[in-house]
């Protein structure tokens, strides 16, 4: 990397150990491999961003849920390390549709523009539930005749390029590289769709979080920043995009 790549990790070191909310992602050439080990010379730095930001539950116990990612770019994808460190990795309902929410899955939240506001019945913004066997939902308007419009959960498996490994020694840490396409509001789902190209100083909406389930319903559900509880209720990102914060692409 650039001595410049290097300067601007050293302040994403200093801004998550301060708490800062907006995030940096910082500029590759080529492309990370996606596939869970994550050895490329791009990974190297330590500008790791904190999850450690409760949504659903208590604070739980560091054996039982540590989780800290970083990000890189480029003009094609957004790319994701996360390192995740999760006693136990529960995967209950065989449907990629059905409560995947209630599954181990890490939880990547896009806003292309940075405009916030309602995602839930339309594409102004992304969920997107990644599942232990690399599956993508998220909820959408339906494009079938019997139930046309109406929020369902769908695959998005062409947006986010996802793979995992898991440490033979202990402690077990799980790595998990993603490589995401980023789309605009004007997304259609089934359609042919072009995603946005990225350029340096882009802001995004962005937010990171893992549903944690220890082999029932989802016990965790632990986040990258704060969020500020509507009727007691942290649980937003899903259908509000204002509780995103910033991701800069350096």
């Not at 994403?12 to 869970?36: F, R, S, Y």
């Not at 389930?213 to 995009?241: C, L």
């Amino acid at each position: 990397m650039k001595a410049s790549h290097w300067l601007a990790a050293i302040m994403c070191t200093a801004a998550a150990t301060t708490g800062a909310n907006a995030d940096e992602a910082l500029h590759i050439k080529a492309a990370p491999t996606i596939d869970g080990v994550a050895n490329e010379a791009l990974w190297e730095g330590n500008d790791w961003y904190p999850m450690n930001e409760v949504i659903i539950g208590d604070t739980p116990d560091a054996s039982d849920f540590t989780g800290k990612y970083k990000l890189r770019w480029n003009e094609g994808a957004l790319y994701l390390l996360a390192e995740i460190r999760d006693d136990h990795l529960s995967d209950t309902y065989a449907s990629p549709l059905e409560r995947y929410w209630d599954d181990d899955c890490l939880e990547i939240f896009i806003d292309a523009d940075g405009s916030g506001g309602d995602h839930f019945n339309n594409y102004n913004a992304f969920a997107y539930h990644l599942a232990l066997d690399n599956q993508v939902a998220d909820i959408g308007p339906s494009m079938a005749a019997e139930n046309k419009g109406e929020a369902v959960p769908q695959l998005y498996n062409d947006h986010v390029d996802s793979a995992w490994q898991r440490q033979s020694d202990a402690p077990f840490v799980v790595h998990w590289e993603t490589a995401i396409k980023v789309y605009a509001d004007d997304y259609v789902h089934g359609e042919s769709n072009t995603p946005v190209t990225l350029k340096k100083g882009m802001k995004l909406g962005f937010m990171l979080a893992y549903c944690d389930a220890d082999g029932g319903d989802r016990e965790h559900f632990m986040g990258s920043h704060p969020i500020t509880p509507i009727d007691g209720d942290k649980n937003q990102g899903y259908k509000d995009a204002s509780v995103f914060d910033v991701l800069e692409l350096k």
